[in-house]
């Protein structure tokens, strides 16, 4: 008795540009490394948007801002490696809007903390 079956071939793509989401298996695509002002300046909350937690650790008191630094250099490598992205483009499309809002909400702070810094002193020194 002859054995005539022959399995089927597989056809199992593994897609090698868009590994996003994975964990940290294989290398990163081209334009994901790099600074992120978004994580730098929002860090807990860019954390949770991007499903990276130990940004997290950056509302605990003295490590906070060590952890916002390390978030501003490896934050886009980590948020490519947690969350399932559709494509390298969107990953910097989203990114590029946290980095906008980071920057935005700080500038923003500090404009009105040196306007809050003019004026207080000057509205309690004068008489009426």
């Known amino acids: 008795m002859t054995d ?14 868009n590994n ?4 940290k298996v294989g290398e990163l695509p081209e334009g994901v490394k790099g600074f992120s002002w978004g994580a730098f300046f929002l860090s807990w ?4 948007g991007n499903s ?22 490896k934050g886009r490598e980590m948020a490519w490696q947690n969350k399932r ?6 990953f910097q ?22 306007v809050a810094a003019i004026l207080l002193p000057a509205m309690q020194s004068s008489s009426y």
């Open 4 to 17: 005539n079956y022959t399995p089927p071939e597989a056809s199992l793509e593994i897609p090698t540009e």
């Open 20 to 23: 996003s989401g994975q964990g």
């Open 45 to 48: 909350i860019w954390a949770i």
């Open 52 to 73: 990276t937690w130990i940004g997290l650790l950056a509302l605990v008191p003295y490590i906070g801002f060590i952890v916002s630094i390390y978030l501003g250099f």
């Open 85 to 90: 992205w559709d494509s390298v483009e969107h």
């Open 93 to 114: 499309r989203v990114q590029k809007q946290w980095s906008f809002w980071g920057v935005l909400i700080v500038g923003g702070l500090f404009i009105l903390g040196i």
